[in-house]
Structure formats: C-alpha cells, structure tokens
C-alpha cells in the first residue's frame, strides 16, 4: 500500500511497526521462539474458549436458565448461546483484516486480544437470572459474540511464518506446533475449574468460584499480546508483509482466485473439528445429565486425555512427514469414523468405559488435529496464505465445531447416544470426501 494511500485512510501503526522492526538487531528470530509465540497465542485463545465451554455446562444452566424445566433443557439453552461465538468469529475475521490492511498488524492485534479477554473476564461479573432476569441471558450472549468476534482478530499470521521457516521434509512437524496451545488451553482450564468444584461447596461454587477462571482469561491474554507483539515486529515478518506473504489480502480478491479452495479446505478438517467438541464439552454435559460421575473428576479425566492428545499432536508431525499430510489426514479420518460407532457404547459403559472414550478420543483427535490447520494453511499460494487460511478456518469451526455440543445433546436425548455417533461419522465423511475432491490441489507440494 503507497504511502499516500495509507495517508488518505488514516493514521496508520504501519509506520511505527516498521520503525519498530528497525531497532531489533540482525540476528534472526529463531524458530524457536516463533514456535513458543504461535504456542501460546494458540493456548490463550483455547484457554477462553474453554473455560466458557466447560462453564455452560456446570454453571451456566443453573445460573442463567433456572426457568428450564429440566437440567437437560436448561443446558440446550446455554449451548445455544455457546454457539453465536461461531457465527461471529467470520464476521470478526472481515472486520479485523479491515483494520489490519488500514491500520497495521499490531493495532489489530491489541484490539481483538482485549476485545477477547475483555469479553470474557465480563462474563465473571454477571449476575444470574435471579437477579437481572432475561437481561442476564443477553448480556451473557453479547459477550459470547464478543469472544467469537475478536478470535476473528486473532488471527497473526504467526503459524504461517513458521510454516514458511520450515524445512522442505518437516513440514508436517512444523504444522503440528500451533495445535498444541489447544490442549495445553484445554488443561488450564479444566484444572482450574475441576480444583475449585473439589475445594469449595456447590452453593460457593455457583455464587462466586467460578468466576476466577474467567479473571484468569484477561491476565493471559495480556501476556499472550505482548509476546505476538514481539515476532510481529521482527524483520523476519516485516520482510515477509513487504513481499505479500503475510499481507491481508481484500476478502473478494481472495474469494475469486480461490473460492474453491476456501469451499473444499472448509470440509478438509472437519472430522477433526466435530471430535473436538465431542470429547470435550459434550460428554462433559452427558455425564452431568445422565449419570453420577461427578464433573471434577471427570475433567480431571479429560485432564488426562488432553495430555495425551498433546503426545499425539508431536506424534502426528512425525507421521505427516513420513507419509504425507494427505494420506495422513485420511488415515485420521477413517479412525474417527471407527471411533464413531464405539463411543456410543464406551458411554454407556460405566466409569471406566466413559476414561476409556476420553483417552482415546482425545488420542485419535490429537492425531487429526494436529496436520488440521496446516492443511488449510497449505492450499493457498503465498499471497492469499493469510486471509484464505483465516477464512477457511473459520467456516471450518463454524460447520465442524460451533454447533456440535448443541446438536449432539439433543439428538442423544431424543434418539440415544448412537446418534451422536452418526453425527460424527458425517463429519468424517465430509473430510473424507473433501480430500478426494482436493486432490488435484496437491495438499503436499504447497
């Protein structure tokens, strides 16, 4: 963008950024540290995400929906609102690449990182339905779309400079980073959670102790802002927005020279993304409705599983690069789509049956997710790498994840658990079917 230009729309934080770059030595930023700067965004953003997903389950119906006639009810309700964060995380994503293109990376950046933390540190001061009636639940889901709207912002770029720092033959290694920060994001949060049910009545719990999670939120976002600061003011990031790598291109332009790329990309991960709620908020809220295994030791559970899954994310960068990110991604997809009709039947298999879904849920999800985003990443040439991969994304977690706790709770309360099993083979089959039709698009030669 012309200097004139950038003058007639505004002050800018392009200039400041590139006077910023100017100070950093010569000495290139090391892949290293990007790594641990892509990590810990990733886990920030999860982190608020999950700690409103494992709220809508232990605390949100009996707080806001007291009116429900049921527990059951009252939980559909609140993932209804958990939802709407899906629905504005693309508007989001075509507001903030707005402000990126105006006003600079960085700008963006700090806006949609408060924005996000600001949004649900709020949620902990909310008073419930008893005290504010209907005005509670409205405000609860205003700050919901404000998650979804600034995680639309949040996108740096900063996956992308590691995938174009990584070695011909690691690919798959490199790609396999970013996705740790969601189960280290998951593990925080129901630690958090889990530690306060144990340590305080249920009466505090519902009053007050559930509300440090979401304080928590805003302390780490802030921590996660300044380290994404610092890559995006690197040289290394400077260089790659002046040659139109990391640039966010206009949405339209994006969508005409590779429409077709953000439709099929949209399906590629998206068995991956219907597990990812399926083993976490999901069972979590089938366990409270429909059996006595309390919801601290079931996150403590899920704790587990997390940890496991973070072993088969570093397992799958291993595998990708030996076999190939597309062989591995339906190898992947044809496992969820076996786990899909045993994990009914784990379910209902009592507490050990129930440890044994988690464990190897979040296993064979670890395995998925982790090549996941670095197939949408891949599927775009240099210039649209970082807006295409946003949108993708986006409609990806929108049809794959936004609506799978909702959709899965009722369709088990009406036609039993098998049915939540089919909704995961669906997704499995849409991945499935993507990677057949995007074969010509070489996933692996990027």
Known sequence: MSSAMQQSLGPSSSAMERDARRIHDDTPVSAGNIAIGVVIGRAAEFFDFFVYGIASVVVFPQLFFPFAPDRLT????????????????????????????????????????FLLGGSTASIAFLPGYATLGAWSIVLLAVFRLGQGFALGGAWDG???????????HHRGWYAMIPQLGAPLGFMLASALFAYFLVSISEADFLAWGWRYPFFVAFAINVVALFTRLRLVMTKEFGTLLDVHELQAARVTEVLRVNGGN???????????????????????????????????????????????????????????????RRNHLGICAVLIAIFSFVAPMLLQAG??????????????????????????????????????????????????????????????????????????????????????????????NE
């Not at 903030?96 to 700008?107: K, L, P, Q, S």
């Not at 900063?158 to 995938?163: G, N, P, T, V």
């Open 158 to 168: 900063l996956a992308s400079l590691l995938a174009l720092n990584a070695p011909q």
């Open 74 to 113: 009252a939980t559909l309700y609140s993932f209804a609102i958990f939802s709407l964060a899906f629905v504005a995380r693309p508007v989001g994503s075509l507001v903030f690449m707005a402000i990126d293109r105006t006003y600079g990376r960085g700008v963006k950046l700090t806006i949609a990182l």
């Open 262 to 324: 953000v439709l099929v990309g949209a399906f590629v991960p998206l068995a991956s993304f219907a597990l990812f709620h399926l083993v976490t908020v999901f069972p979590l809220s089938w366990v409270e409705i429909y059996t006595d295994h309390g919801a601290s030791s079931f996150l403590m559970v899920q704790f587990l599983g997390a940890v496991c899954g973070i072993l088969a994310i570093i397992a799958s960068g291993l595998i990708a690069d030996r076999i190939g």
């Open 351 to 444: 507490a050990t049956g129930r440890d044994v879904f988690v464990i190897v849920g979040f296993t064979i999800l670890g395995l998925s997710f982790g090549q996941a985003a670095g197939a949408v990443a891949s599927r775009f040439g240099k210039a649209y790498r970082y807006t295409g991969a946003a949108l993708t994304s986006d409609l990806s977690w929108l049809i794959g994840a936004g609506f799978a706790p909702l959709v899965a709770l009722g369709l088990t309360s009406r036609f039993g658990l098998a049915f939540a099993g089919y909704y995961l083979l669906s997704g499995a089959l849409c991945t499935i079917l993507a990677l057949v039709f995007s074969k010509k698009l070489e996933i692996d």
